[in-house]
């Protein structure tokens, strides 16, 4: 199950939650996500609180990967909402693409994968999937 939570930008859940349930499919998950879309002063914050970075970045995946109760929680992704709006503009894609492209990343960074340290595997799958369902 795919959870979004935002209370300030009024993005379109369904569009994104219907995309992503063929991420869901495709990864074979099970469990409950949460996607959270925030500000640049929210994102810095939890970049420095978790990464010790102190600036704000465009998404952050904190994996939890355990058992609540009568569910599996796979874990949480921050997305803050104005950086993608200036990746989108400088990428000349639109802000619905650039937001599932993040959503995507995040889904994967909570899967395991991560592109910091394999050899392009995450990125070349993120391209994969993303191909799947950006229009």
Same mark, same amino acid.
């Given at each position: 199950m795919i959870k979004i939570i935002d209370d300030i930008y009024k993005i379109? +859940?369904?569009?994104? $939650?219907?995309?992503? +349930?063929? /991420?869901?499919?495709?990864?074979?998950?099970?469990? *409950?996500?949460? /996607? +959270?879309?925030?500000s640049k002063a929210e994102?810095?914050?939890?970049?420095?609180?978790?990464?010790?970075? @102190?600036? =704000? *970045? @465009?998404?952050?995946?904190f =994996?939890?990967?355990?058992?609540l109760s009568k569910e599996y929680y796979i874990g949480d992704i921050f997305i803050c909402y =104005? /950086?993608?709006?200036?990746?989108?503009? @400088?990428?000349? $894609?639109?802000?619905k693409k650039e937001l599932l492209y993040l959503m995507i990343h995040g889904i994967l960074h909570l899967?395991?994968? @991560?592109?910091? +340290?394999?050899n392009g595997e995450m990125l070349e799958l993120q391209d994969q999937l993303s191909k799947k369902i950006i229009p």
């Open positions: 379109n +859940k369904k569009y994104y $939650i219907s995309k992503l +349930k063929h /991420i869901y499919k495709e990864l074979k998950l099970k469990g *409950t996500i949460v /996607i +959270k879309l925030g994102s810095k914050d939890l970049n420095f609180k978790y990464l010790k970075k @102190d600036f =704000p *970045t @465009d998404v952050l995946s =994996p939890f990967n355990e058992k =104005p /950086i993608a709006e200036e990746q989108a503009e @400088d990428n000349n $894609i639109s802000l899967s395991g994968y @991560d592109h910091e +340290k394999d």
